[in-house]
């Protein structure tokens, strides 16, 4: 059956992830179940104290700024709207669903093995895991490789620069 197909894969993948867990211990601590509600009021809550790690807004900050109020100090900032500012095409074409279709069928890392092999899944299945999940500590993508593929990777990396 297609509907427990991802299912079965996204299972082996994580049995190969976590060796040390079962498939219930993914989800015994219910941190993405019934502990989700302490979670989102921890986040709603903002810094603590108050405004510890400035926000500040990429259309008002230059670079010479940011070099003389952050990085020569060694102050830490979260800089808000740099896609939006900079044109990215990733703002909207790295948009959930979007990544999701386009890259269907190509097999992103989500972990690494015992032995330090990269574990892949195609996106189809992470996509359909990340929609239903529950875990406590859930599979995500991070993959220098861009899915191993020399057109995968062009194609992200003209949608993306530095921050300049």
Known sequence: NEDNEWKTH???VKRRERT??????????GFGTRRAADFDRLASSGDDPPNAVPRVEASALSVEEFSERYEKRGMPCLIKGI???EAWPAREGWAGDK???RFADVAFKVGKADDGQPIRTKMEYFAKYMRQQADDSPLYVFDNR???R???????LKEYKVPS
């Open 10 to 12: 996204i299972d082996a």
């Open 20 to 29: 040390d867990l079962s498939l219930q211990d993914w989800q015994k601590y």
């Open 83 to 85: 896609p939006e500012v």
């Open 99 to 101: 990544l999701c279709r």
């Open 146 to 148: 861009f899915g191993a």
């Open 150 to 156: 020399a057109d995968v990777r062009e194609s992200l």
